[in-house]
C-alpha cells in the first residue's frame, strides 16, 4: 500500500506535517516504538508509530530521524497526546532528511492505525493470506466468543498448515494450535528468546529441540496506555513480553510470510493490552489495600476493602478467602532502569499455575507497586473441614516451586546485569494478619537478596525468629522503640540535609563495611566516618557493637 492511502482514510486521523512528494512510498508493515534508536528491530518499508517518549531535548530530534531515514522507512507518524503538538525540530529533521511526517491525533489509537495497515498490506501482498489474518482480526475483536489469541493460532494450523504457540516470558503457555509443547521445551523456548533479545538480535530467532526446529517471533504491546510505548531501553518490557512459537524454519521463508507472521503478532500484541488495560482494576484494589495497611489502617477498614477485592479476584467465592502476599524487586546495574513497573509486570506474569494455559488465570492477581519493589496480593480458596474448622489453603505458593518455575527462563533475560529476587509470605485468613504477611515477605525477600544467583527466592518458613516477631510487636512500642532511636537523626536530617538515615540504611546494608558503604552512596570514607559519627554523638550508640548494630536495625524496620 502507498502512504498516501493512508492519508486518505480519514478513520486514522492523520495529518501530514511534511514530505507531500513522497507520498508514493510503499508501506510493507508497521511498527510501534519510543526506543531513541530503534534501528535493530527495522527492515525497510515501515510506517513507524511513536509517542515521542525518546524526546528530551530538541537536539533528539535529528539522531533519531536520521536512524529512521538509513533503514529506509516508509514514514513517520507521531503522536500528540504526549506534547499536544509536534515539535517543531522534529519537522525540520524529517524535511532534511525527506522522510514523511504524520501527526496522529490523540483520540485515535495506535492500535486502530496498526490493524489497518497490517491488513492491507497483507491484502496487496498475498491474497489468499490476507483472508487469513482479516479472519483473525475480526474474531480477535469480536468480543468473548472470538476466542482471543488461540483462535488465531488455530487459523495458522488449518490455513497455513503452521503449529505454533503463544508463551510468556517464563516459558508459560498461554495459547497453542494443538498438542501443548513440553515444559522444558517451553522453558528452553523462552530462555532462547530472552537471550537473544538481551543481546540485540535481529528476529525471528531460531532454534532446534529434539530434532524440531522454532522460530521465535516478539509479540510487544503497541497500545498507548500499555507499557511497552514509553520504554526507552529493552529492559524495561524483555521480563514481560510475550513471543511467538512457530514450528518451523523461517529462514527458508519468503518475504510475504513473515510479513504475515509479523502482522499476526501484531494482532496477538492488541489482545495483550487489552488484557493489561483489564489488569486497571486489579492494580488500583492492590494499591488501595497496600496504602491502608502501610498506613497503620483499622484492620475494619482493611477488611472491608479486601471484601471489595475479594469477588474481584475470584469470582463466584462463597466463603472469605485466605491471602498471601509475594515482594519481588528486579535490580538492574547502574540503578537507570525503574524496579518497580518492571517487578509489576513480571509478577502478573510469574504469579499464574505454569500448568494452567491462556491469560485468564492472571485475573486473579492483584499487584501494585511502591519504589522499587511489587507487592502481590494472591487469594487463595480457604477451605474448611466436616466439623467446620480451617484446614487452611490447599493452594499455597510456595518459594522453591515459584522459583523452580522461572529461574532459567528469567536469568537469560537478565543476563549479566540484573537480578530478581523475590520473597513469599504465609497465608493469613484475615486482615489483622495482611500486614504481618507484607512484613514477613520484605523479609524473605531481603533473605533472598543475599544469596548469590541472578534468580533467588525465600519463604516465610526461612526467618529468623526476631524477623518473624517484628509485624505482631504493638504500634505503640514500634513509635517508642523507633522514636528513641531514630527521631534524633530525623531532626537533624532536617535541619541540615545531612542524609544520616539513608547514611544508616546503607551502612547496616553493608554489614558494616565502609569501602563498600562508601562506593555504593558514592562517598568518600572519610565523609562516612564523619556522618556515622554524627550518628553515634547524636543517639549516644556505638555502630561497632553489635548490640547496638541490631537496634538500629530493628528500629530502621519497624519505621
Known amino acids: 500500500m502507498r502512504l498516501r492511502a493512508l492519508l486518505e482514510t ?11 512528494g513522497e507520498l508514493d512510498r510503499t508501506v510493507r508493515g508497521v511498527m510501534t516504538t519510543d526506543l531513541r534508536d530503534p534501528s535493530r528491530y527495522l527492515s525497510g518499508g515501515e510506517l513507524v508509530l511513536t509517542g515521542l517518549a525518546w524526546r528530551r531535548n530538541s537536539a533528539d530530534s535529528e539522531p533519531f530521524v536520521r536512524i529512521l531515514a538509513s533503514a529506509g522507512v516508509a514514514g513517520l507518524a507521531a503522536g500528540e497526546a504526549e506534547l499536544q503538538a509536534i515539535p517543531d525540530d522534529l519537522v525540520s529533521a524529517c524535511v532534511r532528511n525527506r522522510l514523511p511526517l504524520f501527526a496522529v491525533n490523540e483520540d485515535v489509537a495506535f492500535a486502530t492505525i496498526t490493524e489497518y495497515v497490517v491488513r492491507q498490506v497483507s491484502g496487496e501482498r498475498a491474497g489468499d493470506l490476507a483472508a487469513v489474518v482479516d479472519r483473525h482480526r475480526r474474531l480477535m475483536t469480536s468480543g468473548p466468543a472470538g476466542g ?15 503449529r505454533a504457540w503463544v508463551l510468556s516470558p517464563t516459558g508459560r503457555q498461554i495459547a497453542g494450535a494443538g498438542e501443548p509443547l513440553a515444559p522444558g521445551v517451553c522453558a528452553a523456548l523462552a530462555s532462547e528468546h530472552l537471550a537473544a533479545v538481551r543481546t540485540g538480535r535481529r528476529g525471528p530467532h531460531r532454534i532446534s529441540i529434539q530434532g524440531i526446529t522454532y522460530s521465535l517471533f516478539p509479540i510487544r504491546g503497541h497500545g498507548r496506555g500499555a507499557a511497552g510505548p514509553g520504554a526507552r531501553d529493552v529492559r524495561e518490557t524483555v521480563l514481560s513480553d510475550w513471543l511467538l512459537a512457530v514450528e518451523a524454519d523461517a529462514g527458508d521463508w519468503p518475504a510475504e510470510r513473515l510479513d504475515l507472521l509479523q502482522g499476526v503478532t501484531q494482532l496477538i500484541a492488541v489482545e495483550r493490552d487489552r ?16 496504602e491502608l495497611v502501610q498506613t497503620g489502617a483499622p484492620p475494619a477498614e482493611i477488611a472491608a476493602r479486601l471484601r471489595v477485592a475479594a469477588p474481584v479476584l475470584l469470582p463466584g467465592l462463597g466463603a472469605a478467602p485466605h491471602w498471601q502476599v509475594v515482594v519481588a524487586r528486579v535490580d538492574w546495574e547502574g540503578g ?5 513497573p518492571v517487578a509489576q509486570s513480571l509478577l502478573e506474569e510469574i504469579l499464574v499455575d505454569p500448568s494452567v494455559s491462556g491469560p485468564e488465570p492472571s485475573d486473579r492477581i492483584a499487584v501494585a507497586h511502591a519504589g522499587d ?33 522461572v529461574r532459567d527462563p528469567l536469568a537469560a533475560g537478565l543476563a549479566d546485569d540484573g537480578r530478581l529476587t523475590l520473597g513469599v509470605s504465609a497465608a493469613v485468613h484475615s486482615a489483622e494478619g495482611l500486614r504481618g504477611a507484607l512484613e514477613e515477605a520484605r523479609h524473605a525477600r531481603r533473605v533472598a537478596a543475599a544469596r548469590p544467583g541472578r534468580v533467588c527466592a525465600a519463604g516465610h518458613h526461612e526467618l529468623a525468629s526476631h524477623v518473624l516477631l517484628l509485624p505482631f510487636v504493638p504500634d505503640d512500642v514500634r513509635r517508642a522503640f523507633t522514636a528513641r532511636l531514630l527521631d534524633p537523626l530525623r531532626d537533624y536530617d532536617r535541619r541540615h540535609r545531612a542524609e544520616l538515615i539513608p547514611t544508616l540504611e546503607a551502612f547496616l546494608d553493608c554489614d558494616g563495611s565502609w569501602t563498600r558503604c562508601a562506593t555504593r552512596l558514592h562517598l568518600h570514607v572519610n565523609t562516612l566516618r564523619y556522618r556515622v559519627g554524627r550518628i553515634e554523638q547524636l543517639t549516644g550508640r556505638d555502630l561497632s557493637r553489635l548490640e547496638d548494630k541490631l537496634d538500629f536495625f530493628l528500629a530502621l524496620r519497624m519505621s
Open 148 to 162: 482471543g489469541p488461540d483462535v488465531v493460532l488455530d487459523l495458522l494450523t488449518t490455513d497455513l498448515d503452521l
Open 10 to 20: 480519514e478513520a486514522l486521523g492523520l495529518r501530514l506535517l511534511g514530505g507531500e
Open 373 to 405: 519493589e511489587a507487592i502481590a496480593l494472591v487469594p487463595l480458596p480457604s477451605l474448611s473441614g466436616d466439623a467446620g474448622e480451617d484446614k487452611g489453603p490447599d493452594s499455597a505458593l510456595h518459594a522453591d516451586e515459584l522459583l523452580a518455575t
Open 336 to 340: 537507570d532502569i525503574p524496579g518497580g
Open 275 to 290: 488484557r493489561d488495560a483489564a489488569r486497571t482494576v486489579r492494580r488500583r484494589l492492590a494499591q488501595e489495600v497496600l
